[in-house]
């Protein structure tokens, strides 16, 4: 209640009226209920007079700071009436007007603008307060003695329009450093104008740079092109020295090798590395040594080209034969050697060396002549044929040799044959120097060049005069023998057959002298008679076979097919007997049909069987017949476990009367292979034996397919 406003208690007394007691208790009682109102609003007053006392401090205090702020603001603030006096100005503003706040106040802003800077002022200060917006003009403030000041002011009016608030920026550095870069701009134009002129002299310069560039580009591009090439041909010299067919070697005055090709490392077969420094001495052969020594020495004495030939060994390859071209190096300390393989022509030499010598020491005779038949070449054989020497034929025709014995037919036939390009092949009857006859026998044939084309005739003669006298000799002792043997056969034959009539009278009358004496004869005489009658009896089985021998060359019977399989079976037959007794198996295989005698083909069976049967071992006999069909001819066999024959024999035994065994042991006359073989050969065949002793024998014989 202390604090409650009066007027506030003046309007409650005012608005009580004259009460009743009860009335008067409720009233009092109101009253203090208001009273409490009125503490309580009274109380919340005292609260916002606080309030408000604070915050009017707080004003104060913002006002004090504003004024502070205000005042010392970096540009100035004043406040102008619509006159232009100065109402109100910060302390900066006073410094810029050069003056007290308290002298300025009241005084016209004009005063210290300067006169160029007036009129651009009052416009300012009239457009504020016409258009009531902000505006902003520069002008000067001259003050006493001061340097000019370039401000910037910006103003508008304040709520009541009559007063306008105006911020003061001093802008004089600015200003001043616009001016001093427009200078310097000015400046820098009359530089870039001096810098154009000396651009355009430079551009002129630089244009005739430009030209020379160009022309300093193009012979530069010239030089690189130069010095490309010059390098493209210092890179192909050495790969071309590299890889040259030919190999190089720089050597010092004693043969070390400075420098070498790969063809060089090659042909010394060693690696290009290891070889520097190398001997090249040290691969010359001992015999080769002292050539290359001199050929060495005269490079350097006389500074001339030298050439030589010397072999070169490598271990582990074969001698090498090489050329050696040599020269002094520019700088006359080493020298350049180029060195060939020429093994293989080295060896081609010696082939031909070999050649010739061989044509030249060769058993007959070799010509060459041109393709008209001109001798250009005759080796020695031909002089010891002929008597010419090579000197009296060389360039001469061919037919100086000529006898006149050849026909016209036979030389056109050879000149045909070599224009053919064929061989000739012939016999001449010449004539030689000497004019003796001669016969030879001639092989023609053509040398070609590598284009194919005829250029030499190659004549490879023999005289065959001797082989034509003996042939005609041997002809000739063929026809007598061939006359002697028929006449033998014919001796045989007749021998043989007359021989018969007094052997069978000798045998008859000594069987009638030993029956007339039987009484008489004493036991010697009578053994006499028996050895006489046994020799009889021999000789008449010679006789018969000798007989049988010399028929078989005049058996006239035609060839014919001959079925070797009835032949067999006929002789099996025939043989029965000697096959029981012996208790023999014969097998026969089967057998072809062939071209022959009948009659001689069974006799040679015959022969071949009765043998088999007869040179049996301890066991029976076992014989197997057969026929192999070869290409041209048919091989048929009679094979069989005998005694067999010991190789020794193999020939022997077609030999007529050559027999292996006493005939006490083995009876006969050794004339029945010989039969064999003659049967054979009438039939263009042959007869063989193979055999071992004591394991059997085959025998074989062949006959041609065709009769011819
Ligand atoms: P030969 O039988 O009348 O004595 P060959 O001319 O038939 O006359 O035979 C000559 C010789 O060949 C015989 O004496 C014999 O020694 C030997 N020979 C022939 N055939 C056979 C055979 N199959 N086995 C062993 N030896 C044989």
């Known amino acids: 209640m202390q604090n409650t406003p009066l007027s506030t208690i003046d309007t409650l007394q005012k608005s009580f009226k004259p009460i009743e007691e009860s009335e008067t208790t409720r009233l009092i009682y109101e009253l203090e209920v208001h009273q409490i109102e009125l503490e309580m609003q009274n109380e919340e007053l005292l609260q916002t007079q606080n309030q408000v006392k604070k915050e009017a401090e707080k004003l104060a205090a913002y006002a004090r700071k504003y004024a502070t702020l205000y005042d010392f603001a970096p540009s100035g603030y004043c406040t102008l009436s619509r006159a232009g006096d100065i109402i109100e100005l910060n302390l900066s503003a006073a410094k810029m007007l050069g003056k007290d706040r308290g002298r300025l106040i009241n005084n016209r802003l004009a005063l210290y603008v300067s006169p160029e800077t007036q009129p651009r002022y009052h416009l300012f200060l009239e457009s504020i307060f016409t258009d009531k917006a902000k505006h902003t003009c520069e002008i000067i403030l001259s003050v006493n003695e001061r340097s000019p000041m370039h401000v910037l002011l910006a103003g508008t009016v304040d709520e009541t329009e009559e007063r306008c608030f105006i911020n003061v920026i001093d802008i004089t550095e600015r200003k001043q450093a616009k001016e001093t870069l427009l200078l310097q701009n000015k400046i820098s134009e009359q530089h870039t104008a001096e810098l154009i002129l000396a651009n355009r002299e430079l551009t002129l310069k630089s244009k005739e740079n430009e030209k020379l560039a160009a022309a300093l580009n193009a012979s530069n591009k010239k030089l690189i092109t130069a010095m490309q090439l010059s390098d493209q041909a210092v890179q192909k010299y050495f790969t071309l020295y590299n890889i040259a067919p030919c190999a190089y070697f720089t050597l010092s005055r004693h043969s070390k090798i400075i420098e070498l090709n790969l063809r060089g490392a090659q042909l010394l077969g060693r690696q290009k590395l290891t070889l520097k420094g190398k001997l090249f001495s040290a691969f010359i052969t001992v015999e080769s040594r002292s050539v290359f020594d001199h050929f060495v020495e005269q490079i ?409």
């Open 300 to 708: 350097f004495k006389t500074n001339l080209n030298q050439t030589c030939e010397l072999s070169l060994t490598m271990e582990g390859r074969p001698l090498m034969f090489v050329h050696l071209e040599g020269s002094l190096t520019d700088n006359g300390e080493h020298c350049f050697l180029t060195m060939l393989d020429i093994s293989a022509r080295k060896e081609k030499e010696s082939k031909i060396r070999q050649l010739s010598q061989a044509i030249e020491q060769s058993p007959v005779s070799i010509i060459i002549t041109d393709t008209n038949g001109s001798i250009e070449y005759v080796n020695s054989k031909f002089g010891e044929d002929t008597g010419y020497s090579f000197d009296e034929v060389k360039g001469k025709n061919i037919t100086v040799l000529n006898s006149g014995h050849t026909t016209g037919e036979e030389y056109e036939a050879l000149w045909q044959a070599l224009k053919d390009g064929s061989e000739w092949h012939g016999e001449f009857h010449n004539r030689k120097k000497n004019g003796q006859f001669y016969w030879e026998s001639a092989a023609f044939s053509c040398i070609q060049n590598s284009a194919g084309e005829t250029t030499h005739y190659l004549a490879i003669t023999e005289d065959i005069t001797y082989r034509k006298h003996t042939e005609a000799r041997l002809v000739k002792y063929a026809k007598e023998l061939k006359n002697v043997n028929s006449d033998l056969e014919n001796f045989a034959f007749i021998a043989s057959h007359d021989l018969q009539e007094p052997l069978r009278m000798v045998n008859s009358f000594l069987n009638l002298l030993e029956k007339r004496l039987d009484n008489q004869l004493d036991e010697t005489t009578r053994q006499y008679i028996h050895f006489a009658l046994d020799g009889a009896a021999r000789m008449k089985i010679l006789i018969r076979d000798l007989l049988q021998y010399s028929r078989v060359g005049t058996n006239k019977e035609e060839f014919s097919a001959v079925d070797l399989n009835a032949i067999l079976n006929h002789l099996q037959d025939v043989l029965r007997q000697t096959i029981e007794s012996n208790a023999a198996v014969i097998k026969v295989q089967a057998m072809p049909v062939i071209i022959a005698n009948n009659t001689l083909v069974r006799e040679l069976m015959l022969n071949l069987l009765t043998n088999a049967l007869k040179y049996r071992g301890e066991e029976p006999p076992e014989i197997e017949v057969g026929c192999r069909e070869e290409e041209n001819r048919f091989v048929l066999f009679v094979k069989d476990n005998g005694i067999g024959i010991s190789a020794e024999y193999f020939d022997k035994i077609f030999i007529i009367f050559q027999r292996l065994h006493a005939r006490s042991r083995y009876p006969g006359t050794g004339i029945g292979l010989a039969i064999c073989r003659r049967i054979a050969e009438l039939h263009k065949g042959k007869i063989w034996v193979k055999s071992e002793e004591g394991k059997g024998s085959t025998f074989f014989v062949s006959f041609p397919k065709s009769a011819e």
